[in-house]
């Protein structure tokens, strides 16, 4: 296999505490970020900045022949009667704009028996009446038109709810599937150590969300999806290599086995995570607006999901097992010392071997 890295001896369990506080760190920013907006921002802002898909509302996208600021279209829709919308410019399209809108009330639209989609759709003309007519053929040939509305997305509450139960559900019942699919190839520890980086991973990128305040949608939820599989499957790169070097390093502690199973796998990671780094760049930066929220999620999520297979899956794992070898051996003991081991003798040592053994 190609090498990057030869000869490489870097003791990554002993840099643990630094990297286990800096991912404390992070979740702790980041949580604290959602906390402050939720519960003590003056303007009673949302802890994350949850899309249509998870909020409910509409999108509305508008392409315009001459098209004004953003600045002029948000004063257009707050004098129709909406305050918080969202106007953002589509940056790979010239004249192009979303204009988010929350769940809106039948009596704001221009017609009371018109629900889901019409009734954003209906504001937002309303509102863009003010700088000239919409066309509904080609906006380029129509000389007497301003506008063109080019589509329209809406999520009612009631759905909105029902995908953020599922987006959770589905989340945590893929954390439960590679628990139990590490914990059945190797051991319930290497299991557990896994899902605690993935889960270290999840809560890191949700964090920058709501530091940077980028909007989550489904796609998002697809990307920290991706993440989980993607984040597995180096750890377990990693714990196959380690239980392949405890046959052949027997007198080796696990400690050390563990560092040299990392340096011998590093060019495989940085490799492998180096490649899809450099395709989700060129998602971020060409991918256009829509996919944007997806591609930074997958950004952070391999840059962390990196990380933490190195420094945060590897000691996990080898500070649980050195618990587990510790609690065995104390109870060996006791078995030992009570009445009805030393009727037995050595036998009950015969009967519980020592995890240390394997350890």
């Known amino acids: ?11 990554w369990l002993g840099k643990r ?14 949580m604290g970020t959602a906390l402050y907006r939720h519960k003590f921002h003056p303007h009673g802002t949302d802890a994350f900045n949850l899309g249509v898909d998870f909020k409910g509302g509409t999108v509305v996208t508008v392409r315009f022949k001459n098209p004004p600021t953003a600045e002029q279209i948000r004063a257009a829709i707050d004098q129709a009667g909406i305050k918080d919308a969202v106007i953002q410019p589509v940056l790979d399209r010239a004249g192009e704009f979303l204009i988010r809108l929350p769940q809106q009330a039948q009596t704001q639209a221009a017609d009371p028996n018109q629900a ?14 003010r700088f000239g007519s919409e066309t509904s053929g080609d906006l380029n040939s129509d000389p007497n038109a301003s506008y063109k509305i080019e589509g329209t997305d809406a999520v009612s509450a009631v759905a909105s709810a ?27 520890t290497y299991g557990a150590a896994a899902v605690i980086a993935v889960f270290h991973t999840v809560l890191v990128t949700l964090g920058l969300f709501s530091i940077f305040q980028i909007e989550i949608n489904l796609t998002v939820i697809a990307a920290l999806l ?8 180096d750890s377990i790169v990693i714990f196959d290599r380690i239980r392949e070097n405890r046959k052949l390093y027997r007198r080796m502690s696990l400690y050390d086995v563990t560092n040299l199973s990392i340096n011998q796998t590093l060019s495989r990671t940085v490799i492998t995570s180096g490649l899809v780094f450099l395709s989700v760049i060129a998602l971020v930066l060409l991918g256009g607006e829509t996919l944007r929220p997806f591609s930074l999620a997958l950004l952070m999520g391999i840059v962390f999901g ?9 000691p996990i794992m080898v500070w649980w097992e050195r618990k587990l070898e510790a609690a065995n ?6 078995m030992a010392t009570s009445p009805h081991a030393r009727g037995r003798g050595q036998t009950s040592r015969k009967e519980m071997p020592s995890r240390a053994a394997r350890v």
């Open 1 to 11: 296999m190609f090498q990057v890295f030869h000869g490489v001896n870097v003791d």
């Open 17 to 30: 505490r630094i990297f286990i506080g800096l991912s404390i760190a992070l979740m702790l920013a980041g």
């Open 116 to 129: 889901g989609v019409d009734i954003g759709r209906a504001v937002v003309r309303r509102a863009l009446n």
């Open 162 to 188: 029902q995908l953020r139960t599922q987006a959770i559900a589905v989340t945590i019942a893929a954390l439960i599937g590679m628990l139990i699919f590490i914990a059945f190839r190797f051991e319930w």
């Open 226 to 233: 991706t993440l989980v599989g993607f984040d597995v499957n």
């Open 306 to 314: 990196t990380y933490d297979t190195i420094a945060v899956a590897g």
């Open 329 to 334: 051996r104390r109870a060996v003991a006791a």
